[in-house]
Each structure stands twice: as structure tokens, then as C-alpha cells.
């Protein structure tokens, strides 16, 4: 399985001296033909290519995930 990352944004984390979010979009992330997905990463140690938590978004829910996160704010 060999999917491409492209990092969109990097943004400082908030609360710590080095961490980042990493906002990116993979394509072919489950294997060939499966659909593009968002990738939010979070990486203390400031490496955006190899976060330690993420969550994939399918394209078709990013609207709806950025109203709930204006909702909380």
C-alpha cells in the first residue's frame, strides 16, 4: 500500500515548545483506487511526516467536521 501525503498547513500546537498540527491530504491512503481522505496529524515532537495521533476525514464530511469545531468555540 503506497499512498501520497501532501502537507497542506503546519500550526503551532498550542500549550507546548515544539508540537504542531498538521493538516495534509492523502491520496490512496487504504490502498489503489480508495478515495482521498483530509489527514489531521498531532506531533509533540514537531514532525509533521510522522505525527503520533491522527484522524483521516473522508471529503465528504469536512464541512460538516469544520461546523462542529466553530460550534465548540
Known sequence: MSSAVTIIKEIPLDGTKKGVISISK?????????????????SLAGDSKNPEWKVHLPMGNIDAVVEALKSIK
Open 26 to 42: 492523502v491520496d490512496e491512503p487504504y490502498g489503489a483506487g480508495s478515495d482521498s481522505v483530509a489527514s489531521i496529524g498531532i
